[in-house]
């Protein structure tokens, strides 16, 4: 599986979208991209995935650079409750496991 | 709230003892996996299991042993307990063993003393 690199921690003000980058240089082009976010003291939450197309659902959307070499995680209109830490992470769709890395913590403000 | 469930939510145990740690699935998944999460780093993978086998492994030694039963729900057990086996243990259920949209337990936070 590619090794991700996130940026440690960002900070937003509630209601502006929030960007968050990864940077997966080494991605081959049957590894997708996955999201995960983990409030405090809960169990890492999907957020969304995608291999070369953007996508977006209720939560998020996802831009995938052409190259595939890094991609952002963009929450729209942030608010309070988005508060936790972002794991990108890059693996084939049939992998039976989920490689964390350490993730961005974004917190956001009022 | 993902269906998942976690059993017990805290637990402190002695070096050197065993220990068992318990999910259920969320209804209709036949997959479950359990991760490992020190205090500051992201959840490590520890094995997965799929229809009552074993499906994959990550880097944990054999004294880190599970169990899946017909209903899917799942054990993890932990024997030799060592004091950096201290950790929040996940557990995440899936419909198939790919490892996408995985829905996470609250986990069990595990104090080795």
């Known amino acids: 599986d590619a090794k991700t690199t996130q940026p440690t921690s960002m900070d937003c003000a509630e209601g502006r979208a929030a960007n968050l980058p990864c940077n997966h240089s080494?991605?081959?082009?049957?590894?997708?991209v996955y999201w995960y976010r983990q409030i405090h003291s809960q169990g890492p939450q999907y957020i969304i995935h995608?291999?070369?197309n953007n996508e977006t659902n209720e939560m998020a959307s996802l831009i995938i650079t052409e190259d595939r070499k890094s991609s952002t995680l963009i929450l729209p209109h942030a608010t309070l409750r988005d508060t936790a830490v972002y794991y990108c992470?890059?693996?084939?769709?049939?992998?039976?496991?989920?490689?964390f890395g350490t993730g961005t913590r974004l917190q956001v403000f009022p | 709230e993902t269906g998942v469930t976690q059993s017990p939510t805290h637990l402190i145990k002695t070096r050197g003892q065993q220990v068992t740690l318990r999910c259920s699935s969320q209804?209709?998944?036949?997959?479950v996996s359990w991760y490992q999460q020190a205090l500051g780093q992201g959840p490590q993978f520890i094995f997965q299991?799929?229809?009552?086998?074993?499906?994959g492994r990550g880097n944990f030694p054999p004294r880190f042993s599970g169990l899946q039963f017909p209903n899917y729900s799942s054990e993890l057990n932990v024997n030799a307990l060592e004091l950096d086996d201290s950790a929040l243990y996940l557990c995440?259920?899936?419909?198939?063993?790919?490892?996408?949209?995985?829905?996470f337990g609250q986990g069990t936070r595990l104090t080795v003393v």
């Open positions: 299991y799929y229809r009552e086998e074993e499906n």
């Open positions: 080494t991605i081959s082009g049957n590894e997708y």
């Open positions: 992470i890059a693996g084939a769709y049939n992998t039976d496991k989920l490689i």
């Open positions: 209804s209709g998944h036949n997959t």
């Open positions: 995440a259920s899936s419909w198939n063993p790919r490892g996408t949209e995985a829905f």
């Open positions: 995608g291999l070369k």
